[in-house]
């Protein structure tokens, strides 16, 4: 079965810095564009980042554009996300999830979600 595990969360300082780990079990993470999502408390999901199957696209949100960086390592099943001068605004949970696709399309199912890992930018 598919599954995905982040971690890395945890506190930060505005203009801090977090790395956050997605962890893929099973044979699909190499052909499948993964992407990052986060939801804030009283705030409905958003997106965050996307990027293609084999790493050589990516798009993001225009509130971390600049500051985010999603990158994979296909060979380790794992998915990151960089987060460089954190804002009290990024505070929430973050969540991987795998599409059905190889490519970056709005319209492609999410076929896995990750548990989610909390984020808090305080001072």
């Known amino acids: 079965q598919v599954q995905l595990v982040e971690s890395g969360g945890g506190l930060a300082q505005p203009g801090g810095a977090l790395r956050l780990p997605c962890s893929a079990s099973?044979?699909?993470?190499?052909?499948?564009?993964m992407g990052w999502f986060r939801q804030a408390p009283g705030k409905e999901r958003e997106f965050v980042a996307a990027?293609?199957?084999?790493?050589?696209?990516?798009y993001y949100a225009d509130s971390v554009k600049g500051r985010f960086a999603i990158s994979r390592d296909n060979a380790k099943n794992t998915l990151y996300l960089q987060m460089n001068s954190l804002k009290p605004e990024d505070t929430a949970v973050y969540l991987c999830?795998?599409?059905?696709?190889?490519?970056?399309?709005?319209?492609?199912?999410?076929?896995?979600w990750g548990q989610g890992t909390q984020v808090t930018v305080s001072s």
């Open positions: 999830a795998k599409t059905n696709s190889r490519t970056i399309a709005p319209a492609s199912t999410i076929t896995n």
């Open positions: 099973g044979r699909t993470f190499s052909s499948s564009a």
């Open positions: 990027i293609s199957s084999s790493g050589v696209s990516t």
